[in-house]
C-alpha cells in the first residue's frame, strides 16, 4: 500500500478478519485514506477516532443527504451499495430540523416503555425460541435464536399481533437474500407496516406506531411508516449480531466467558467489550462534505463520500482503552455519535435486549458448548456489519418452560 493510491475496499477477503487490514491502513495513509467501494467509486475511510467524532459533532461540514454525493453521474441503479445511498425521505437522510423532528418522536415513543417491561418481553421470546431447540441438545445459536429474538421483542413494542411475528421474521430474513425474493419480502415487510399504522389510527394501543400518531411532530402515516423500517432495521442486525459475537467470545475465550458468567453486571461489561472489539456494526455509509475542508492531513472536496470506520476508530490506539477497562469504558464509536448517532434510547434498549437474551440461555443451557472447531466458525463477507453465517452448539437437553 502506498498513501497515494487507493485502496480497493471491497471483496470476501476483508471478512475474515479485518483488523490486521485497518491498522495496516492506519500505518500506511494515517486517520483518513483514499478507497474504492467499486472499480470506480471513490470515498474516504474514517478510521481516526477523533476525525470520526470530529465528523459525527458537525453535521452542518459533514451531512447526510445523500443527494449531496458528487459522484451520482457515475453511479447505477443497480449499484450493489444503493440501499446504502439512495436518498429516500427517512429519519436517515433527514437534516437539521426536519431530523431533529423526526428523531425526536422516534426516541419519545421507543421512551414510554420501562426498561423492566422490554427485559420482560425478551425473556418470553427467549425462552420461546429456545422451548424450539432445548430439548434437542443441540442448535445454531444465530438462526435460532441472536437472529431472531430482537425482531420478536421490536414486533411486540411495535404493537403487532403474535401471529404475525413468525411472518415478519421469516420476510426479514428473505429481505436479506441476495435473490428475487429480497425485492419481494421487503414489499411485503412495508405493506405490514402500512396496514400496521392504519389499524393503530383506528385502534391505538401502548406501542411505537400509536404513539407516533399521537406525537406532536405530527408526522405523516407514510413518515410513520418508512421510519418503523428505519428503527425495524437498525435494531435487527446490529443487535442480533452483538448478541451473537458476545456468544461466539464466550464460547471461544476462557477469560472472557468467566467474565460473562460471573454475575449480571458482568454480562453488561462484557457486551460493551464486544463493542470495543467485535462491533457488530463494522463501517456505516455515511457523511457527504458540504463544503470543500481538510480533515486528517486530507483535502476533502465539497460533495465527497467519508466512509465512517467505526471498528477501526474504536480500535485507534491514541484512544482505545486497555484489555482490562473495556468493560468499563463505554466511549467507542459502535453507536455512532452526535445528531446521526443511534438516537436515545435506542442503545439503552439494544443493551437490555442483548443483556436479557443471554442471560437465558445461560439460565437455561449452562453447559452450553461449540460443536465446531472455532477456526470453522465463518464470517458473513460484509464490510458493513460484523457476524456469523452460524454458531453451532451443544448442551445438556433441558425441558421447555410452562407459561
Given amino acids: 500500500m502506498t498513501a497515494e493510491e487507493p485502496i480497493r475496499l471491497y471483496g470476501t477477503h476483508i471478512a475474515a478478519d479485518p483488523t490486521d487490514l485497518y491498522e495496516e491502513i492506519r500505518r500506511s495513509y494515517g486517520p483518513v485514506a483514499p478507497i474504492l467501494l467499486d472499480d470506480d467509486v471513490p470515498a474516504w475511510f474514517v478510521i481516526g477516532y477523533r476525525e470520526a467524532h470530529h465528523i459525527t459533532s458537525n453535521p452542518q461540514l459533514f451531512a447526510r443527504d445523500s443527494r449531496r454525493w458528487n459522484q451520482w453521474e457515475h453511479i447505477d441503479e443497480g449499484w450493489p451499495l444503493m440501499p446504502y445511498v439512495g436518498w429516500t425521505p427517512s429519519v436517515m437522510f433527514a437534516e437539521g430540523p426536519e431530523h431533529q423532528r423526526r428523531a425526536g418522536a422516534i426516541g419519545d415513543a421507543l421512551d414510554i416503555f420501562d426498561r423492566t417491561e422490554v427485559a420482560a418481553i425478551c425473556e418470553r421470546a427467549a425462552d420461546l425460541l429456545i422451548d424450539e431447540f432445548s430439548g434437542d441438545g443441540s442448535a445454531d445459536l444465530i438462526e ?201 434510547p435506542g442503545p439503552e434498549l439494544g443493551e437490555v435486549i442483548a443483556k436479557t437474551a443471554i442471560e437465558v440461555l445461560l439460565d437455561r443451557l449452562p453447559d452450553v458448548e461449540l460443536a465446531v472447531d472455532a477456526k470453522e466458525l465463518q464470517w458473513r463477507p460484509s464490510l458493513w456489519m460484523r457476524g456469523l453465517f452460524t454458531l453451532p452448539v451443544t448442551f445438556t437437553p433441558t425441558a421447555r418452560v410452562d407459561f
Fill in 144 to 344: 435460532q435464536f441472536a437472529s431472531q429474538i430482537t425482531l420478536h421483542v421490536i414486533a411486540k413494542l411495535f404493537g403487532l399481533p403474535d401471529k404475525d411475528i413468525p411472518i415478519l421474521v421469516q420476510d426479514v430474513a428473505e429481505s436479506l437474500d441476495v435473490d428475487e425474493k429480497a425485492a419481494l419480502a421487503h414489499g411485503r415487510i412495508q405493506e405490514r407496516m402500512r396496514r400496521l399504522v392504519e389499524d393503530k389510527r383506528v385502534i391505538p394501543g401502548p406501542d411505537v406506531p400509536s404513539r407516533l400518531l399521537e406525537h406532536e411532530a405530527a408526522l405523516t402515516d407514510d413518515e410513520i411508516v418508512i421510519d418503523l423500517l428505519v428503527v425495524m432495521a437498525a435494531a435487527q442486525a446490529p443487535v442480533g449480531n452483538w448478541i451473537g459475537n458476545a456468544l461466539r467470545l464466550m464460547l471461544i475465550d476462557d477469560q472472557f466467558s468467566v467474565s460473562l458468567q460471573g454475575g449480571r453486571s458482568s454480562v453488561s461489561h462484557a457486551l460493551n467489550e464486544v463493542l470495543w472489539k467485535d462491533t457488530p456494526t463494522q463501517n456505516f455509509i455515511g457523511r457527504w462534505a458540504v463544503h470543500d475542508c481538510e480533515l486528517g492531513g486530507r483535502r476533502i472536496k465539497r460533495g465527497d463520500l467519508l466512509v465512517m470506520g467505526y471498528a477501526a476508530a474504536n480500535r485507534d490506539p491514541q484512544v482505545s482503552p486497555s484489555y482490562h477497562h473495556t468493560g468499563t469504558n463505554r466511549a467507542h464509536m459502535s453507536f455512532g455519535h452526535g445528531e446521526h448517532g443511534c438516537p436515545y
